[in-house]
């Protein structure tokens, strides 16, 4: 028959994901069931499938091994019976059409939360989903599966209609690579509705697919927003205004918050707040000799002190995965997040374990000198404090009132 005149992708039907994503951090995403809407969703995508079926057409339904998809395919099915072909359907489960792989057992909501965020700001199709996929990933092995529609078309048998049962990701993917839409274009795309469909109808002069659907785009959403906005401001006639603060030279600054930043440190950097100060040369009008910086400078012993604060902060964040009994799903090792009340189990036992840490610091003190970390060795006695710094870090070689460049001990933690 040659290249079929029909293809339908059609999207899922609701799923328990769709309704609770806390689902995901338990259940297998592949094991994903559909809720009871989605059953009747897909049941009424039969139905409208069947209406534009003409009696002579056959089908072919290709879909993600998924049970949500399966299940949906199965929900189709049951509706189509009544057509001619019914017993000529034929139906092939199809691994290249999965979903984009989301890491295995998701972590906690906070987690993934952040996740969405930062895949916003970094583009949605080379993100990779941590241990999971991008969509650039997925693009790859549905190229493969557009070369074997290709090769399928050529067949005698080939069904008049096909009807690929997917994802929303792999909707667009699929949309992607068959129509050579741009990265941009893609990003700007919106989802597809569950049980939607986008049907491609083959033209009878030039032999190609015409897509029958206007795709939703982000870009039209914030227009039709504005719009709305305007319109609402031009009725109750007041203008929408910025709300600034003047500064003492004059000029305005927006009292709106930024936009968070995503990348570099995965929770947030919070590494501002540890101070490492360098040294210039010793203060002469300084008769102890204890302040080797000029004006502002902070001391050796100073240093080590915000040094022995960031050691116990990372200790403290390190034993955050005690008390931890979840085997799998939710925070990696079961770590408590941000999400979690104070009941939860992440944080059990380090508050001792740290008072004991201090105390065998404290107990066995080790004098070390601190030294410029960019000058000559300008020594100074450092008594208990400092000695914890020696002491937490054993790679820190240096025998009792020597000179230690800071550069050094830093390295060390």
Sequence with gaps: MGKPRLIILVRHAQSEGNKNRAVHQTTPDHRVKLTHQGHKQAKEAGQRLLKMLRPDDTLQFYTSPYVRTRETTAGMLSE????????????????????QDFGNFQPCSAEMERIWHERAAYGHFFYRIPNGESAADAYDRVSGFNETLWRQFADDDCASVLVLVTHGLMTRIFLMKWYHYSVEYFEDLRNVNHCEFITMERSETTGKYILQNQLRT??????????????????????????????????????????RRWGGCVNGCNHAKYKWYTYGEPNTNNPNGDDYGKSGKRTPADETKCLVQHVHDRLRERL????????????RSGAGSDAEDDTGSGSGGEDDLL??????????????????????SQPGDVDNAEGGVALV???????????????????TL
């Design 320 to 331: 955050e995965v005690l008390g931890a009994g979840r085997d799998f799903g939710g925070s």
């Design 80 to 99: 189509l019976s009544s057509h001619p072909n019914y017993k000529k359907i034929k139906i092939y489960e199809e691994p290249r059409l999965r979903e």
């Design 218 to 259: 982000w870009s039209a959403y914030k227009k039709e927003q504005e719009s709305k906005r305007q319109a609402a401001a031009s009725t109750d006639d007041e203008a929408v205004a910025k709300d600034t603060t003047p500064l003492p030279n004059g000029k305005e600054e927006l009292s709106a918050q930024l936009t």
């Design 355 to 376: 008072e004991q840490l201090e105390k065998r610091f404290h107990d066995r003190p080790v004098e070390v000198s601190i030294s410029a970390a960019d000058g000559p």
């Design 393 to 411: 870090s054993p790679r820190l070689l240096a025998p009792p009132n020597t000179a230690v460049p800071a550069a050094d001990v830093r390295e």
